[in-house]
T-cell receptor, first 116, second 112 residues
């Protein structure tokens, strides 16, 4: 079975450019999470969706970041304009369930973003 | 707010040594507790979990016991292998909501 699929795996861009990261969760999962991992700050939750609805976006750094989930099988994380401090590995994860019954999180392999 | 604290790494061990990674949480209520492992170049994957006090999670020779009295969930393995080299993350999930809160991660390096 396919796991969580993220694209691109690697992205190198210049400051000021728009970056779009994509995620396809595991079929049947109803929760989707975007995390950012850096050496300095570790693993941070940016936003999560339940049944395609954003539930908690308190981790989104600022207005330059936006995330959408137009349907159950696709989500995007967009950074516009990008800055060097956005360089990180961005992980998407999905799970099934809600509230206390949320199951295991399954992570994608991550998208490594470098902003020059 | 809620937080998870784990020992800083890197932890360097020889093969067959005993491994302990400390983890404590400060969540109120009765969180579920998890250990995730991240191998080089990969995403995180669940290693083990415990959902209530005194539960013991175990997998691949790793164990962790949910200790409510000390708010801890320390990870242990009696005899590590080179293939256990990875970054280990402790995490909790609050009683309400899907959100997992991760610790800072502990890098473990096992040398032959």
């Amino acid at each position: 079975d396919a796991g969580v699929i993220q694209s691109p795996r690697h992205e190198v861009t210049e400051m000021g450019q728009e970056v779009t990261l994509r995620c396809k969760p595991i079929s049947g999962h109803n929760s989707l999470f975007w995390y950012r991992q850096t050496m300095m700050r570790g693993l941070e939750l940016l936003i999560y969706f339940n049944n395609n609805v954003p539930i908690d976006d308190s981790g989104m750094p600022e207005d330059r970041f936006s995330a959408k989930m137009p349907n159950a099988s696709f989500s995007t994380l967009k950074i516009q304009p990008s800055e060097p401090r956005d360089s990180a590995v961005y992980f998407c994860a999905s799970s099934f369930g809600s509230g206390q019954n949320t199951g295991e999180l399954f992570f994608g392999e991550g998208s490594r973003l470098t902003v020059l | 707010g809620d937080s998870v604290t784990q020992m800083e790494g890197p932890v360097t061990l020889s093969e067959e040594a005993f491994l302990t990674i400390n983890c404590t949480y400060t969540a109120t209520g009765y969180p579920s507790l998890f250990w995730y492992v991240q191998y080089p170049g990969e995403g995180l994957q669940l290693l083990l979990k415990a959902t209530k006090a005194d539960d013991k999670g175990s997998n691949k020779g790793f164990e962790a016991t949910y200790r409510k009295e000390t708010t801890s969930f320390h990870l242990e393995k009696g005899s590590v292998q080179v293939s256990d080299s990875a970054v280990y993350f402790c995490a909790d999930r609050r009683a309400a909501g899907n959100k997992l809160t991760f610790g800072g991660g502990t890098r473990v390096l096992v040398k032959p």
